[in-house]
């Protein structure tokens, strides 16, 4: 389904942060891994969430959901026989649990989105894989990939962290589960450590021992150990919120977003910093953040690489801004869903914006007066350049139509909700 977004002056209202989809993944995963039952509250459904519910109830797990709550029995160390898996077009979960199937006689993880998630590169996790004893069937690194795994081994292990830091926390949540005690050393440098320190914060809420070093490039794992059944909160999402406070900061607008915490270890908090240093009147206290916008912005240079899942958001407002932005180390955003450099800088150009792009860069020339807008854009099937341009569909003089919208629901399905509830002018087609 495609999305007509009509220029909107104003947004006012209040909603609740959607649930952070990093967290609930990874609270899903290690209540799977333990033995006995794991209660999460106020789990995040979206694609990707599903996914991981999804394959592992084929793994083993017994799940028993309500509206507050997720029930779930787990299987330890020893998933279920299964031949295959369908993690639909959610990267972390393959990569979490291509680690998980070492523990599996044979599985494959089936290619259902070879124009998406199929197209994206694993050879990094691959080869650590291929470390731990583990026979890994692929094309080229790519789905389909079968994992003839039983007994992986533990001791030296190298893995990469110059295109994901996915495949560094897909062997966190393995190798304590291993015989042997194991040594993780970390390869070139190490994008998204945020999203690490989320991972061990996550297995220690477990009880599992890791010894890291402060750089996140060294890990020293004891062996034997067992994930223990704990009761989890989910935090409120900062990655899909910092679409709706762009949204308040580019427009007039009254907006309260709930439930996102001043202390999060979430990378992407650092959008309430990079939006007040472009000087949105906005305020952060008792987990609320209030935006008063008054669509007027100052360029910002920002290091991208500990909000990845921000940039996109913050880009579209340093479209409207009063000079030029610089967002750089962002390179891997080029291995997301699409490339969201020149995929999105392309999409951005036809609404018409004027921004460059380098091979680890995103330079944004704003223009405050607005966009003329009027055109079809192409989302490229990813959730975050959806939002983003929505963003950007707010400040156009005529409609834009977003392509395949419906792709939202990856990480965010109420976003239009959330959207129209604030006042937006959207339409689905």
């Given amino acids: 389904m495609d999305v007509i977004v009509r220029p909107t002056p104003e947004l006012n209202g209040e909603i609740g942060a959607l649930s952070s989809k990093n967290y609930t993944t990874r609270y899903l995963l290690v209540a799977a891994l333990a033995e006995g039952t794991s209660t999460i509250y ?3 459904h979206s694609e990707d969430s599903d996914a991981m519910r999804r394959c592992i109830t084929d793994l083993g797990a017994v799940l028993k959901e309500d509206d507050e709550k997720i029930v779930i029995t787990g299987f ?3 998933p279920k026989d299964v ?16 680690a998980i199937a070492a523990l599996c006689p044979e599985v494959t993880f089936v290619n259902t989105y070879p124009d998406s998630l199929g197209k994206r590169p694993h050879d ?6 291929h470390q731990l004893g583990v026979e890994v069937e692929h094309q080229e690194g790519r789905l389909p990939i079968t994992i003839r795994g039983g007994a992986p081994k533990g001791g030296k292990i190298t893995v990469s962290g110059a295109v994901s830091s996915q495949y560094l926390s897909a062997l966190l949540f393995l190798t304590p589960l291993l015989e042997e005690d194991s040594e993780i050393e970390v390869l070139d440098d190490l994008k ?3 999203v690490v320190g989320q991972t061990l914060e ?11 070093s402060d750089d996140y490039m060294s890990f020293k794992i004891p062996g034997r150990q ?12 900062y990655p899909g919120s910092a679409a709706i406070l762009a949204a308040a900061a580019v427009t007039k607008s009254n907006v309260k977003v709930h439930r996102l915490a001043e202390h999060s270890k979430q990378g992407e908090r650092a959008v309430v910093d990079v939006l007040q240093m472009m000087d949105v009147p906005l305020t952060h206290k008792d987990d609320m953040v209030h935006v008063q916008g008054n669509g007027r912005l100052r360029p910002v240079e920002f290091d991208g690489d500990a909000a990845t899942d921000a940039v996109l958001a913050m880009v579209a407002a340093a479209v409207f801004a009063d000079g030029t932005s610089r967002f750089y180390n962002v390179e891997n955003l080029r291995y997301k869903e699409c490339d969201r450099i020149t995929d999105y800088l392309t999409e951005l150009r036809k609404a018409g914006a004027n921004v460059e792009e380098r091979q680890a860069e995103i330079i944004v020339h704003g223009r405050p007066s607005g966009l003329e807008g009027g055109v079809e854009i192409n989302a490229h099937y990813d959730h ?3 939002m983003a341009l929505t963003i950007v569909g707010l400040r156009c003089r005529e409609p834009l139509v977003i392509k395949d919208a419906h792709h939202v629901a990856k990480s965010y399905p109420q976003f239009f909700d959330h959207m129209t509830a604030l006042g937006a002018s959207v339409e689905w087609v």
């Fill in 384 to 386: 975050r350049v959806i």
């Fill in 83 to 98: 031949k295959e898996l369908n993690v639909g077009n959610a990267g972390a979960v393959l990569r979490f649990l291509m």
């Fill in 192 to 194: 998204s450590k945020v």
């Fill in 226 to 237: 067992s994930y223990q059944a704990k009761t989890y909160t989910v935090q409120g999402d």
């Fill in 202 to 212: 996550v297995l220690e809420q477990a009880g599992i021992i890791i010894h890291a």
């Fill in 76 to 78: 330890g160390r020893t």
């Fill in 42 to 44: 106020y789990p995040a």
């Fill in 124 to 129: 990094d996790l691959i080869t650590s894989l």
